[in-house]
């Protein structure tokens, strides 16, 4: 009974330590979650009635979700927030090197931050931390990643990596079937061609958007703009140009937004030679809400036209204007620091496929190392099992040589002898020592053999000619072990220098002990070892 209670006690125990090594997350926040695409505003109040309750609490997991979705609740809601501690607390708790939706989607939630304070450079580096975090390319965060990067490389006339970014954008959204996103990228993608004059591919690029059905009301308008943009500067078609221009005025639902298209109906004035109408679309277009850019070029044509007019004393002020503002389009177009943000991080992105192209060819030598092995070594068995059959199968045929021995008569035992002996030699050749012996004979050099070399061609010579030599010990008693080893060797054809070496025996009592052995061995025996060559050398 103790013994159940005490493991009881240690289940409750291991449940309590992993409860609070896992921080198990308010399950508000996780309907907050689930309510964040579809109903922001929904998932916005659910956050505010967690607001105290998370703010006290000691939960850090949770605490970098809550500063994470209010975020970006707040951010679909259009609230701009005024500072950047909140959803620094999930960036930091979430870091940038491992990959997961919330930290991804931390670090889309701070450029976004970034973008609606218009501060290229911050969010693209925001962006760049992000994109290899997605555990998904296919996600919808994912393909805004790109699209926005896209657009702010648009915003530093660093039309390459915009392209870059925004063919990434569309690719994604064909692949999601998100179609007003297609629009979208499409658009970006032909002002990336518009500004720097390459005016086929916007044209073509800006007709795609057109012919897709996805496409907002806000994209269409903007869309005629530029065509009316392309049908100018390109062809100088002034009619062409105002036909889209009306269409997109007569699609505006703001015309406080216009300022672009007015300014663009004062060049197509300037150029048909009409200053007073130029003049009043330029100051018209000063009245609207303008990029900067356009603004600035409004104050250039109207220090222009004042003078034609008899405005001579508005050119000053225009002037001072247009300066100002040109120095704050230079200013704002300058692309050192998102230069810097984006080489790093292509250098990061060449450093982590680097990092995985090491990795799997580092694998893929272990495997194929390991592979190797594993061949090598099966066919190192293959080759000693089937060493070890034939040597098997040569011992029975000793075993059968004997038997045969005692039933033959006199006349034949030499021709059993024979026999006898081109199995032991047979024998000899199926250990590893005679691949040692012949690969070193093999040579022009004489062999040099280690101690522990010779000692093994000894034992294998004397284990293999074992037979014979106890048939020549009891014709010849007075033959000493040497002598023995010495017939053996020479039954083996082995050249004198191994001979030598293998005996430690110098090459003149080599000729000693040869000269002797044909005095002490009948002659039959004698032939045997120094002069008839055995029929079998396999």
Known sequence: MRRYARLLFLVVLSALFSCNGQQAVNPLLTRAESLLTDNPRAALALLDSLQDVNRTSSNRKSLALYALLRTQAEYKCHIVPETDSLICIATDYYGDRKK??????????????????????????????????FPDTLSRYYVLCNQNLGIHYLNRRMYRQALEALNTCRRGAVQTGDSATVAFADYHSA???????????????????????????????????????????????????????????????DTTALGANYSLRGDICCELQQPDSAYYWYRRSLGCRSELFTDCWNYHQLAELAPR???????????????????????????????????????EESRRALWARATRILLAVVVLALLAALLVGLAFLLRDRRRKTQYLRLQE????????????????????????LDICCRMFRRTPSARLLLGRTATTNAPTFSAAERTQILSDITTSFIDIMLDVKNEVPQISEQ????????????????????????????????FRLKEKLPAELFELFFEETPSNNN
């Open 100 to 133: 997961g939706f919330h930290a991804a989607l931390a670090w889309y939630t701070l450029g976004c931050v970034y973008s609606e304070w218009n501060d290229d450079a911050a969010a693209v580096e925001a962006y760049l931390k992000a994109k290899p975090l």
């Open 309 to 347: 007019l008899g405005l001579i004393d508005s050119v000053p002020a225009y002037v001072r204007r247009y300066t100002l503002l040109a120095d704050s389009v230079r200013t704002a177009e300058q692309q050192a620091d998102v230069s810097e943000a984006y080489s790093q991080h292509q250098v």
């Open 397 to 420: 045929e000793l075993q059968q040589n004997r038997r045969e021995s005692l039933n033959i008569p006199e006349e034949d035992q030499a021709e059993l002898r024979r026999r006898k």
């Open 191 to 253: 002002l990336a061609h518009l500004y720097p004059s390459d005016y086929a591919e916007a044209k073509q690029l800006f007709n795609r958007v057109l012919a897709n059905p996805k496409a907002t009301a806000l994209a269409r308008n903007t869309t005629y703009l530029q065509l009316a943009k392309i049908e100018f500067y390109q062809n100088k078609d002034c009619t062409r140009a105002r036909y889209y221009l009306h269409l997109n005025e007569a699609g505006a639902a």
């Open 483 to 514: 002598e023995l080893l010495l017939c053996a060797f020479n039954a083996l054809r082995s050249p004198s220098q191994a001979i030598a070496e293998c005996l430690i025996l110098s090459p003149t009592t080599l000729r000693t002990r040869k």
